[in-house]
């Protein structure tokens, strides 16, 4: 690792070094430029117009006043580009050495089909005629979003699906196989994949740039690796930040807002107050040095997890409740035991005989906690931002950047983890012109005083009684009350009723000076509990780093008769969880390195109406076979009509999780899919797949005995898994892209079929201590085998070092995997500044994925957006309702199983500008009718929120 890094910022400063010695030239010639911009029609000037040498670096900015001056080393004729949102862009040739009190206007303009995006094919071209689809937000989208921040604004663009594990953690992702923690969706920010090392995924805007620092947003649907490499899989997503060259000033804003308005039981009863508040600050120097710092912090009440589904329902059998419930946000029931096993209990025998026969084969889990008595609720974030940018020449600029995000939230994966305290730093060094770029950054994550929730309510159960005793008394207790108490004879089970009764009976024994919540006791166990590092508690020790060197070059000003460019990277993830993740305990150090390259060119025929590009890319990952990507399509342009048809690949590489996770997450024991973890737990010894075994379970709930032929007969063997590989998938896509009706309606729509091979998945397995032999009859040698070994399948065994269920990373090898789905999207620029638009989401999986693996296809089939506006209602007043409906579907997850109910929301704003103070006041609503909703089983219950914000900007026109 430290050769890793030693030799990226050698490289870096060698070509920083070479750049430099090349600026000591004395140039022959300057041209100096001076001058005023204006808005056409009212001649009134514009602050922040940014102008741009075309083909360098330089540029500068418009002052208060609206007056700029410029001075570049290089002789005239040279070409200077204005430009600002909103208005149109007008390129300015200059002949002379100096020029002063020039006087340049810009015309306001409809930014529909207008927008330039660089994320499609890496370079700048027409969102219009991207080869792919694409979708754009830009400053003014972003400060108008109705909903509370403009991150969850995302989730009103054509084909994103957004998940909320917390009320400042949203997952975004494209095209089906959704999750809490997407690992097959890339975010990067100013060109650093933000994904946290440990877990593979972005975290959402936990450490991003506030909305204040937000130049756009560009979003990719749709594999995207011969480009963008791993894990690019189903879509991309660029946040890019202001440069403090075109973004100068002083700008800041607050905002307060109230959540949990009536709240339901397990919520919070009152109305509770959010808090956001950020500040940026740029300058720049002679256009030759700038920096910016940003700082912003948002506290609130975390939205909470009140669900008491039992996932365990086929545990209930004949009773009018379910001894053995494990409820979505009870923590602690996930422990349970067949009680029927305990009739073999030598001190049971000795103090009941016969009548310890009466102990039934019926699943009982112990008493847990609800979420909110084991979570810290008070989320809250804070970032900072840095950046020093220095021109070394007119066409090389030289920055850092360092990205800082820290807080606490919530996080749905295998369990629902409290990430108390965490942190992530970022620090890049990037060295770019107009044709080229070189950056190594690193990511550092800090877990802080993060934990496991489960495992938190787990180990305060166990800390104040064992499990062997507390199953022991509500054993006992269970015989004491159904014989001596109900008259039940010794040796026989009682009806239902009698078996219910003496239930509740037990577990009030059982569960007698039991520590409760909001006790000191129970404060002091779950802070004891907190504060030791897993196995021992449920706190998390993790440092893990990521270091990437990449870069890229366009050959433009070398080729004119295509575009040409190529790019390379090689990544470093450096595992240090300190055996609470990862087996990675002293003297086990884990890395993993991959490497990759690409090339890619693109041509245009037909009198330019047509554009061809294709692109190619390897990649290597230490622990796999290398992976190529192609990619080709073609454009065909006739005036504003675009159509579009590509062939894209992507792949991605098993998760560091996927490769090398160790934990005990309570049910079972999560292993990498490497060869190592399977035959360092012989999983595949006396092994059943988890699906046989509930079904197993199932029967005996229903009043099977535990060796009837009937239920054994349900177990399925596993003596193998196929070996752990990456997952590839080929997309076809077509789409349509036009300005039509005076160029007043955007038609967007695209179709795509994927088609997945290797697919990854997880499963599950439960080994038995002995050989079982499925429908063997009772009064056989293998009955009486079955007899000790099958009912040890009903319950998984929990305590670390002794389980018995395994869940680990495998592909689907034997056959394919198929979805598609269609995207359309309008947008009408009506009279008087008003625009409606709206778009339609179809996505769904072909396939039928085995019961022996995770459905996690987790996308509803129907999803549409309807947004109203205007931005100019008046010269002050503007307004923003989007309307957001998708049908129910189902999820299916490694935390939960269960189905998500159909959303209706509506999000709306009201903003009203300050002219006078360069300030905005914005009134709004985020799910404005407070209709509770979740978007993915297992997480939490979402509701209204309302706030205020005034926004100042020194740049504001």
């Known amino acids: 690792m430290q050769k890793f890094t030693k030799s990226t910022w050698r490289t870096v400063l060698l070509l920083i070094a070479m750049v430099s010695l090349g600026a000591g030239q004395v140039f022959a010639q300057t041209t100096n430029i001076s001058g005023t911009v204006t808005e056409e029609g009212t001649n009134e000037t514009l602050i922040g117009v940014n102008i741009l040498v075309k ?3 330089i540029g500068t900015v418009t002052d208060l006043r609206g007056n700029f001056s410029l001075r570049v080393n290089q002789a005239p004729p040279l070409t200077l580009v204005f430009s600002m949102i909103g208005f149109a862009s007008k390129e300015v040739e200059i002949t002379d050495a100096n ?18 995006v660089v994320s499609a094919s890496r370079v700048e071209e027409s969102i219009l005629q991207s080869p792919v689809s694409i979708e754009k937000m830009d400053i003014l989208a972003i400060r108008d979003t109705p909903a509370d921040n403009y991150y969850k604004g995302i989730a009103n663009l054509k084909g994103v699906d957004v998940t909320t594990s917390s009320i400042n953690f949203q997952i975004i992702n494209a095209r089906g196989f959704n999750s809490t923690g997407n690992t097959r969706f890339v975010q990067l920010t100013d060109g650093m994949d933000t994904q946290a090392p440990a877990l593979n995924f972005p975290i959402g805007n936990l450490n991003g740039p506030s909305e204040l620092d937000v130049e756009s947003v560009e979003f990719i649907p749709g594999a995207s690796s011969a480009l963008y490499g791993p894990n690019a899989f189903n879509g991309i997503l660029l946040v890019n930040s202001k440069s403090p060259f075109e973004y100068q000033g002083l700008s800041a804003f607050v905002k307060q807002g109230v959540n949990h308005i009536n709240g339901r039981p ?62 979505v946000h009870v923590f602690g029931d996930e422990v349970s035991n067949n009680i029927g096993l305990l009739r073999n209990v030598a001190g049971l025998q000795q103090a009941f005989g016969p009548a310890v026969n009466s102990l039934p084969d019926q699943i009982v889990s112990r008493t847990g906690y609800d979420e909110r008595e ?99 008394q509500y054993a006992g207790a269970y015989l004491t009350n159904l014989i001596q108490g109900q008259g039940v004879a010794p040796g026989q089970m009682g009806s239902p009723e009698q078996q219910a009764a003496a239930h509740r009976f037990a577990r009030g024994v059982a569960d007698t000076g039991r520590i409760m919540p909001g006790t000191p006791e129970f404060d002091a166990a779950a802070s004891a509990v907190r504060s030791e590092v897993i196995p021992q508690g449920s706190l998390f020790d993790d440092r893990s780093r990521m270091n990437m060197l990449e870069g890229q070059y366009d050959f433009k000003n070398e080729i004119d008769f295509m575009d040409l460019q190529v790019g390379g990277s090689y990544r470093v993830y450096d595992l240090r969880s300190n055996g609470t993740i990862f087996a990675d305990t002293e003297g086990n150090d884990i890395t993993i390195q991959e490497i990759g390259g690409f090339a890619q060119g693109a041509k245009r025929f037909l009198d330019d109406k047509l554009k061809i590009t294709g692109s190619i890319r390897y990649d290597k990952n230490e622990n796999f076979k290398g992976q190529f990507n192609p990619r080709i399509s073609g454009v065909y342009t006739q005036g504003n009509n675009n159509i579009r048809l590509s062939y894209q690949t992507g792949f991605r590489n098993p998760t560091t999780q996927g490769q090398h996770i160790d934990l005990n997450v309570v049910s079972a024991r999560l292993i990498g899919g490497l060869p190592f973890y399977r035959d360092k737990y012989n999983i595949f010894d006396n092994a059943y797949s988890l699906a046989s075994v509930n079904n197993y379970v199932a029967a005996v709930g229903s009043g099977l005995s535990p060796v009837d032929p009937r239920a054994t007969s349900l177990l399925e063997r596993v003596e193998s898994l196929p070996e752990l590989r990456p997952e590839r998938v080929q997309s076809f896509e077509i789409g349509y892209k036009s300005l039509i009706a005076d160029n007043r309606l955007l038609i967007d729509a695209a179709y795509y079929y994927n088609i997945y091979n290797d697919f990854i998945t997880q499963t599950a397995v439960r080994k038995a201590p002995g050989p079982i032999f499925p429908g063997a009859m009772p009064n056989t040698d293998q009955g009486a085998l079955n007899a000790i070994n099958a009912p040890t399948l009903l319950t998984p065994i929990t305590t670390p070092g002794m389980e018995n269920t395994f ?28 625009t409606i638009g709206g778009n339609y989401n179809f996505n769904r999986l072909i396939s039928t994925i085995g019961d022996d693996f995770l459905n996690d296809f987790n996308t ?98």
Not at 821 to 834: D, E, F, M, R
Request: charged letters at 20%; hydrophobic letters at 35%; glycine letters at 8%.
């Open 55 to 57: 083909g360098r670096v």
């Open 99 to 116: 020029v002063s009190n020039l006087r340049v206007s810009l015309a306001e303009q409809s930014m529909l089909g207008q927008e330039v």
């Open 266 to 327: 397990g919520e919070p009863q009152s109305a509770q107050p959010m808090y956001e508040g950020s500040i940026r600050y740029a300058k720049a120097f002679n256009n030759k040095f700038a920096f910016k710092l940003n700082a912003s912090y948002m506290q609130a009440t975390d939205w909470h997890g009140t669900d008491q589904t039992d996932l365990s329902r086929e545990n209930q059998g004949n009773l009018d409740f379910n001894p053995g419930a494990n409820r």
């Open 374 to 472: 084991l979570v810290d609720y008070n989320a809250k974030n804070l970032k900072l931002n840095g950046a020093l940018h220095y021109r070394i020449t007119d066409k090389s600029e030289l920055s850092y950047t360092m990205n800082y995000g820290a807080g606490t939230s919530v996080y749905t994966g295998a369990q629902r983890y409290s990430l108390a305290n965490f942190s992530i730093i970022q620090h890049k060094l990037e060295l770019k012109g107009d044709n080229y770029f070189l950056r190594g950054y690193t990511t550092i994550e800090n877990s802080g005083d993060s934990f496991i929730a489960d495992l938190t309510g787990v180990a305060i159960n166990d800390r104040w009684k064992s499990n062997t005793d507390w199953f022991g």
């Open 807 to 834: 869940q680990t990373y495998t592909n689907i090898v034997d056959e394919e995997v198929r979805a598609h789905g269609a995207a359309i999207g309008l947008t009408y620029s009506l009279p008087s500044n008003y």
């Open 860 to 957: 509803p089939e129907h999803k549409t957006n309807i947004t109203f506006a205007n931005r100019r209602l008046t010269d002050k007043l503007g307004f923003g309702i989007t309307y957001r409906y998708q049908t129910a579907f189902r999820w299916e997850s490694t935390f939960a199983q269960g189905d998500v109910p159909e959303i209706h929301n509506f999000d709306a704003q009201i903003s009203y500008r300050l002219k006078e103070l360069k300030s905005i006041v914005k009134l709004g609503g985020s799910n404005l009718f407070n209709q509770r909703y979740i978007q993915n089983f297992g997480g939490p219950t979402i509701g209204a929120i309302y706030y205020i914000s005034i926004t100042f900007d020194e740049l504001l026109n």
